[in-house]
Nanobody, 124 residues
Framework: QVALVESGGGSVEAGGSLQVSCTFS????????LGWFRQVPGKQREGVAT????????WYADSVKGRFSISQDKTNKVLLLAMNNLRPDDTGMYYC?????????????????WGRGTQVTVSA
């Protein structure tokens, strides 16, 4: 079983930066794709940035391209999301996720392992 634990959320003013982290534990040998999603109350969970575990390949939501960067530290089993030039509409609960069989990383569908989330709040 795979466990994911997010950390690093917080509050920041618009234009600021944050980095959120996700630590994996358990048997991760089956993990094929990794990603970050976010959700605000009353809205569906949406993809922010995703990647194939190996070989590299990434997907970003249009709203975060050029501002966010997803990466992984395989040695320490950590997934990172660096967020720069944050905007108030980036506010939400950020979830780390992983999938075992991923034909596409542009969809939430392949992701079957989830963390509990970390809150990111961006004030104007």
């Amino acid at each position: 079983q795979v466990a994911l634990v997010e950390s690093g959320g917080g509050s920041v003013e618009a234009g600021g930066s944050l980095q959120v982290s996700c630590t994996f534990s358990g048997d991760i040998s089956s993990i094929h794709c990794l990603g970050w999603f976010r959700q605000v109350p009353g809205k569906q969970r949406e993809g922010v940035a995703t990647m194939f575990a190996d070989p590299p390949g990434t997907w970003y939501a249009d709203s975060v391209k050029g501002r966010f960067s997803i990466s992984q530290d395989k040695t320490n089993k950590v997934l990172l999301l660096a967020m720069n030039n944050l905007r108030p509409d980036d506010t939400g609960m950020y979830y780390c996720a992983a999938g075992d069989a991923c034909l596409s990383i542009a969809s939430i569908q392949p992701f079957n392992h989830w963390g509990r989330g970390t809150q990111v709040t961006v004030s104007a």
